[in-house]
């Protein structure tokens, strides 16, 4: 950056910048305020203003305002993705933080020029200075956006998996796992998971998987499905796998999958006839 | 007294056998011998082994429980693995094969589950 340039932007930042602050207050009113989104007081966005202020005064002040690895300009940036952070979380949109952003950048334009007299027209070099500056901005709200959605979409996924993978005490000690959709290995490790835990804490005696809404199978997801069989079993508990359809069968043959020891039965209700025999349950109809 | 091992009697002819952090089964040769020989002695038909302590087994401690079952099974003992931890069910099977030498129960309380064919 050149030295002009450089003391150029000191100038107009030693000039009263408190002429500014209620200025700067105006885009946030209009994009945050009670007339719009609702979603700052006036107070809050006089505060957002008055920080925003004091950290592009201190960027400008700084020995070279164009270096965009300068803590002074890291803090900018920050302040940007919080401030998308909050407005998101407030039920706000990435587009009301980016014109936010843009409307900020031209009343910070149009109040310097005016406070300073020196038409930017003339001064070519300080408006591509701040369109520089202002454009990395809102790299930083669009960046901290996508964080966001990336984390809530993990959430989701995460609250997906647990919603499908539902483990029931459908009696005293026996534990049902039906399974839809398709098994991968993450999949298959979260329900092996849960269900030792289940054993453990409800202390099953019996555990019935039933597969019936599995469409496909892979030979890894298959030696785990094998394995939860054999960490039940070792737990003291009998598994049971159920609904095990033709496809599923000819694929657990043709990947040399060793069933030994492990017992299936058609139907989840045949999985639990022998889940109620193991325990010595007899259920049987109302004598009329 | 057996070191690194609490042997208890807990029936007629049962025995709880609870393993301590203190248990050294490099010297498996000796410790077998002498649960082996207390165990005779008392006439014990079944030995329950609780491992509610142990978080992992690895194939150290599981060629341990292997040499200490196959004994029992020689001198007309039954050993049942009990209170078997989920993440030591998750590390066992995934490197045994087929069943283990020693059957496994959730309690003491459930013995009559265990081994039944599944």
Avoid at chain 1, 18 to 45: Q, R, T, V
Avoid at chain 1, 156 to 172: F, G, K, M, N, V
Wanted: charged residues 20%.
């Amino acid at each position: 950056m050149n030295r002009k340039l450089s003391e150029k932007l000191s100038a107009l930042f030693s000039l009263k910048i408190g002429n500014i602050s209620p200025l700067l207050a105006e885009p946030g009113k209009i994009h945050f305020g009670s007339d719009s989104s609702n979603l700052m007081d006036d107070d809050e966005i006089a505060d957002l203003s008055a920080e925003f202020l004091s950290l592009m005064a201190e960027l400008l002040g700084s020995k070279n305002p164009d270096d965009r690895q300068s803590p002074e300009f890291h803090a900018l940036e920050m302040f940007f993705a919080s401030l998308s952070h909050k407005i998101l979380m407030r039920g706000g949109r990435v587009e009301e933080v980016v014109r936010y952003t843009q409307l900020l950048q031209y009343t910070l334009i149009e109040a310097l020029e005016k406070d300073s007299g020196i038409p930017f027209t003339e001064s070519r070099s300080v408006l591509h200075y701040f369109t520089g500056v202002f454009n990395e901005l809102i790299m930083a709200v669009f960046r901290s956006y996508l964080e966001e959605r990336e984390r809530v979409l993990e959430a989701q996924a995460a609250e997906l998996r647990e919603t499908s993978t539902p483990i029931t005490e459908i009696w005293d000690g026996v534990l049902t796992l039906p399974i839809i959709g398709t098994l991968d290995s993450s999949r298959t490790m979260l329900v092996m998971e849960a269900l030792l835990s289940r054993v453990a804490k409800d202390h099953a005696e019996v555990v019935v998987m039933d597969l019936t809404g599995v469409q496909n199978i892979d030979s890894q997801v298959s030696h785990h499905l094998i394995q939860i069989v054999r960490a039940v079993q070792l737990m003291g508990s009998s598994a049971i796998i159920t609904g095990i359809q033709p496809e599923i069968a000819r694929a657990l043959i043709s990947l040399n999958i060793d069933l030994t020891g492990v017992t299936t039965r058609a139907s989840l209700s045949d999985g639990l006839k022998e889940a109620f025999r193991r325990l010595g349950i007899q259920v049987s109809h109302k004598a009329s | 007294m057996i070191p690194g091992l609490h042997l208890t009697r807990i029936g007629r002819d049962a025995f709880l056998l609870e393993p301590s952090r203190s248990l050294n089964i490099r010297d498996k040769t000796r410790l077998i011998e002498r649960i082996a020989g207390e165990l005779q002695q008392a006439k014990a038909s079944c030995l329950y082994y609780d491992l509610a302590g142990l978080a992992l087994i690895d194939p150290v401690y599981y060629a341990w429980l292997d040499a200490l079952s196959r004994t029992m099974a020689a001198i007309n003992v039954r050993m049942i693995c009990i209170h078997m931890q989920p993440t030591a069910a998750f590390a066992l099977s995934g490197f045994i094969t087929g069943k283990p030498a020693f059957e496994t129960a959730l309690d003491i309380s459930d013995v009559h589950f265990a081994g039944s064919p599944v």
